[in-house]
Each structure stands twice: as structure tokens, then as C-alpha cells.
């Protein structure tokens, strides 16, 4: 298995993870009669449980990009080292992201959060190598 699905494995387990901590920071603040419920009447989530489910989508709105990057580094067979710092950047940075988010850092966790966009970017510069070498390859 390459770095890059590996990086992508374990992202998505760093993901189902943050899903368990966020429902159970929710039932410690709203009771385990809320978790049960239908939820038609949200209280309003704050303190942890709020910055637990805050971390939680944001994690959900990197990931799909990342997962399609990842796999696409796959399908094209382009891995490089640059694809692998861009997984291990966005894994690592999504790690470090949670406990600065829940500990509420500001300034750390914008760096963090950064890091982890920046692994994604450098992902999608080398496919974008790939793609301009490609297009140059079949016009010559």
C-alpha cells in the first residue's frame, strides 16, 4: 500500500474517530435522552461538544478533496515525494488540527489547519504536473 492510501486509511479512521468523540462530548453536555431523541428541538451546542462537531465538519469539508486527490494520485500511478509530504502533511495536520480546535487556540490552529491545506495543494500541484506532461506527451 502507498504512503498516500495509507495517509487516506488513516484519515479516514482520524475521521470516524472525531464522529464518536463529537456524539460523545454531545451526550455528556445534553444527556444520553437528547442522543436518543429525533432531535426536533437542537439545543444550542456549545463549549466542547460545540467544538468537537465544529472540527468534525471541517474535517468533512477537506476530505473529500483530499480522498479524490489521493485516488487520483492512485488511479494515474504518479506517486512521487511530493504526493507523499502532501498526504502526510494533510493527515498529520488534521491530527493536530482537533486538540487545538477543541482547546481553542486561534493563531495555532489556523497554522495547523495551513499545513493540512497546503499537504493537499502540493498533491494536486504534482497532478496537475502529470496532467500538463501528459497533455504535452500526446500533442508532440
Do not use: H
Not at 451546542?45 to 474535517?59: C, K, L, P, V
Not at 502532501?86 to 498529520?92: M, N
Not at 495536520?93 to 495555532?108: D, H, K, N, Q, S
Not at 495551513?114 to 497532478?127: K, Q, R, S
Amino acid at each position: 500500500m502507498t504512503i498516500e492510501l495509507k495517509m487516506l486509511l488513516y484519515s479516514t479512521i482520524l475521521l470516524l474517530v472525531l464522529l464518536v468523540f463529537q456524539v460523545l462530548a454531545e451526550i455528556v453536555q445534553n444527556g444520553i435522552g437528547y442522543a436518543l431523541s429525533a432531535r426536533d428541538d437542537d439545543p444550542e451546542i456549545g463549549g466542547y461538544a460545540g467544538r468537537f462537531e465544529r472540527a468534525f465538519y471541517n474535517m468533512l469539508e477537506t476530505f473529500p478533496a483530499f480522498a479524490a486527490l489521493v485516488l487520483m494520485v492512485e488511479a494515474t500511478e504518479s506517486w512521487t515525494s511530493l504526493t507523499a509530504m502532501g498526504a502526510q502533511l494533510y493527515f498529520w495536520g488534521r491530527v493536530f488540527y482537533v486538540p487545538a480546535y477543541v482547546t481553542g487556540i486561534p493563531l495555532v490552529r489556523t497554522l495547523i489547519w495551513a499545513v493540512a491545506t497546503i499537504g493537499m495543494c502540493l498533491i494536486a500541484w504534482a497532478l496537475v504536473g502529470v496532467a500538463t506532461g501528459a497533455a504535452t506527451g500526446a500533442s508532440a
